[in-house]
């Protein structure tokens, strides 16, 4: 097989990303804005992102804290708690801006503490998002302590998701940060109305890397890496050509003290490498040429929004990662910190 050693893709989208918020934003998203047109921004800020005027006024920090001359879109979302109302989604769903609504279960991940308590009291809410048209973007994992952390999502599936998408058939939803095979085959068989975002980080690694040689914080993500046979269902999704899964990096910075602590929090930052290590996962599954259409095509389709015309040149050569990388008045440890990554994005100024 013939090798590829540069490979030109249209300007990929990230539909799963954390900004935080104040100085932090700056430090982070000059690594997206480099390499995507847009992303989707999460809304679990403390406090959260509930309200179409907050949406309107964190995008506006966002675009003031971009390198000059960026055209990176934010696109927002707003954060669902028991006491979202219909007329809040009409609002958001009669912008441009706000594109979707984010279910976290209460206490699933962080800083969704102000999440849902009870799904089975949303469906006016859905019933809302169905009538103005406002796709849904799904934290899957259920938060039933006496349900094991590896076995979350596939019980969320199960227990949330599946009546969700019974009750509400014409709902758009996209179970975020797919990581199981059981994810992947629930979303296969719905309409094409039901995707998912599969991260780079849970393409590359298996639950072990949780715990090589010691314990690692900085591969501690929600929802938590699985096993290898889940990791080889998530590489099958990302390179079949099935429009349904997409790009989503959950980059999700966090200071380097808050992960290497007695109880260190959950998020794999990645934006610095946030197309490089997609590319590293499709060479190794020989599927470069499925990279494009996951990356650049499917997420923009999904949301009925355009597709970036320009293009982004990867080339087939490793660059150092260093080892911390500034984060507002902290900073933060990137993913592969003192290693490598595979590929280098053409044209990068000073990383
Ligand atoms: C995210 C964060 O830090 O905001 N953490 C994570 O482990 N992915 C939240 C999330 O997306 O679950
Ligand atoms: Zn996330």
């Known amino acids: 097989m013939k090798v590829v050693n540069s490979l030109t893709i249209k300007r990929p989208d990230d539909w799963h990303l954390h900004l935080r918020d104040g100085a932090a934003i700056a430090s982070v998203v000059r690594h997206s804005a480099e390499r995507f047109g847009g992303a989707l921004i999460m809304p679990n800020l403390k406090p959260p992102i509930t309200t179409v005027d907050q949406a309107f006024e964190y995008r506006r920090r966002i675009l003031m804290a971009l390198p000059e001359g960026s055209q990176f879109v934010p696109y927002m ?12 989604i009409k609002l958001a769903a009669q912008n441009s801006f706000v594109i979707a609504a984010k279910l976290y279960p209460a206490g699933a991940t962080t800083n969704s503490d102000g999440g849902v308590t009870d799904i089975k009291k949303m469906g006016h809410v859905f019933d809302a998002m169905v009538r103005w048209g406002l796709p849904l973007c799904v934290h899957g994992e259920v938060t039933d302590p006496s349900v094991d952390i590896f076995d979350r999502e596939a019980v969320f599936v199960e227990r949330v998701l599946s009546p969700i998408v019974r009750d509400h058939s014409d709902l758009k939803i996209v179970l975020e940060h797919v990581t199981t095979k059981e994810g992947v085959d629930f979303v296969c068989n719905c309409d094409p109305n039901v995707a998912a975002t599969i991260t780079a980080h849970h393409l590359l690694m298996n639950r072990n890397a949780l715990f090589e040689g010691g314990l690692r914080p900085h591969n501690y993500c929600l929802p938590v890496a699985k096993r290898e046979e889940h990791r080889q269902a998530l590489i099958e999704a ?8 997409f790009l989503g990096t ?28 997609y590319a590293e996962a499709f060479d190794k599954a020989n599927a470069l040429d499925m990279l494009e259409g996951f990356a650049s095509f499917y997420g923009a389709d999904f949301y009925g929004l355009p597709r970036n015309t320009d293009t982004i040149t990867l080339v087939r050569q490793p660059r150092q990662i260093t080892d911390l990388h500034p984060f507002g008045d902290s900073s ?20």
């Open 250 to 277: 959950d980059s999700a910075p966090h200071a380097k003290g808050a992960k290497e602590a007695a109880c260190g929090c959950a998020g794999c930052y990645t934006a610095h490498a946030g197309i490089e290590l």
């Open 77 to 88: 979302t707003l954060y669902l708690t028991d006491n979202t109302t219909p007329e809040e």
């Open 238 to 245: 990302a390179i079949s050509g099935n429009p349904k899964f």
């Open 332 to 351: 933060l440890v990137p993913y592969r910190a003192g290693g490598s990554v595979a590929w280098t994005l053409e044209g990068l100024g000073d990383h």
